[in-house]
């Protein structure tokens, strides 16, 4: 087994814990104090971190370390560096920015989401290359937004620096399951606009309000005919239609038939589903006479499935199960994560593994086991060092 630095890799999740990095650019925060401790720790041990702007003042940092033992693939380890807010104050019963070990756990904001497994990564890869020389290199990337628009992960792609990754592991939290695949979003906002005119004389106008209601009941039999058509995926379950916000008039005019109304749709796929398709049947259904329908595409994340017999899969379930002695179980990936972007737009095969419960992250009193931390950087090293090799069994 490969030898981690396990203080190390603590201490290093508690100096990021306590630099708050929250995703909060209108308020002047954003994760730059931990890119800059990432970057820093990158140089103590003699790597060279590139430093690259996804926007201003919202740094990616990518090392690429060479293993020296002649070709071989390029693994690309991920994780982000900025977390959301730490929300409601008097919801924590720790200092969220403390990052306080009791009770044999780690506490604050991005403890779990996911600081613990950037420093995985990085520690992984510090204790490959301390083991000696090893075929192929590792990209070590610590990329920021991705709590927000994940400008940091399309940044990279747009920059061809995905172009050379033969497998990317993205160390967000999920709870030690191997997650292949990830649950697809698409958000619409559907403008119907009609005439406006007065609410005694109806007639007059042409009312956007009765074509958005009968949209958001259409949208209930949508839902059932794709998840009549698609079978809950094991891992990833049912497609959702969801209409989240319907807006239309105002209070302060009931006696006004407004010209527009808008109803917001959050789809959650799973893979086979087809994003344009779902649009245009969306599109199709809020047509009615008189009424112009127009459908915005506001995000569009396709589901991930890279199947499990993929070599950046089968090295990381031949880790997890050589470090832990147990059999690696698969899940899946309830939102998207920066592999979404990787796989999708960058064409590189993702799994999602990390320290961390998956249901903690974007919590109050947000924790990770201290245990898993140090066991989840030996799965790491361990996985880069198969994959770099093909020792896969
Ligand atoms: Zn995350």
């Not at 990518?62 to 293993?67: F, P």
């Not at 192929?136 to 990279?156: N, S, W």
Request: charged share 25%; glycine share 12%; net charge negative.
């Amino acid at each position: 087994m490969i030898e981690v630095d396990a203080r190390g890799v603590v201490e290093f999740t508690q100096a990021l814990v306590r630099v708050p990095s929250t995703n909060d650019p209108a308020r002047g925060r954003d994760e730059r104090p931990a890119a800059e401790l990432v970057a820093a720790k990158m140089r103590e041990w003699g790597w060279e971190p590139h430093v690259q702007e996804a926007a201003p003042g919202r740094p990616n940092v990518v090392a690429v370390v060479e293993g020296g033992g002649g070709e071989g693939p390029t693994l690309m380890f991920e994780g982000h560096t900025d977390v959301v807010t730490e929300g409601d104050l008097s919801e924590w019963t720790v200092d969220p920015f403390g990052g306080e070990i009791r009770d044999g756990r780690l506490w604050g904001r991005g403890s779990a989401d996911m600081k613990s497994g950037l420093a995985a990564t990085l520690y992984a890869t510090r204790a490959l290359q301390l083991a000696g020389p090893f075929p192929g290199r590792i990209k070590v990337c610590a990329l920021a937004d991705e709590e927000g628009l994940m400008i940091g992960a399309h940044h990279f792609v747009a920059e061809g620096l995905a172009a050379d990754v033969d497998g990317a592991i993205v160390a967000e939290p999920e709870a030690g399951e191997i997650c292949a695949v990830a649950k697809g979003a698409l958000r619409l906002r559907v403008d119907l606009t009609g005439k406006m005119a007065h609410g005694a004389m109806p007639r007059h106008g042409r009312n956007p309000v009765p074509a958005a209601a009968s949209l958001v009941a259409a949208l209930e039999t949508l839902e059932k005919e794709l998840q009549d058509r698609h079978p809950a995926h094991e891992h990833l379950g049912e497609v959702y239609v969801t209409p989240t916000v319907v807006r239309a008039g105002s209070e302060e005019q009931v006696n006004v038939i407004p010209a527009v109304a808008s109803v917001f749709v959050d789809v959650r796929t799973i893979p086979g589903v087809d994003h344009q398709e779902i649009a245009g049947r969306v599109g199709a259904l809020a047509a009615r006479d008189g009424i112009i329908a127009e459908v915005s595409i506001l995000v569009d994340r396709p589901p991930v499935d890279v199947p499990v017999d993929d070599p950046v899969v089968a090295a990381l379930a031949a880790a997890h199960r050589a470090v832990t002695g147990q059999e690696p179980v698969y899940g899946g990936v309830p939102g998207s994560t920066d592999g979404t972007v990787l796989t999708h737009w960058g064409g590189v095969p993702s799994v999602v593994y990390g320290p961390g419960g998956k249901w903690i992250a974007h919590q109050a009193d947000e924790y990770v086991e201290v245990a898993e931390i140090v066991r989840c950087t030996r799965v790491f090293a361990e996985a880069a060092r198969r994959f770099l090799t093909g020792d896969l069994s």
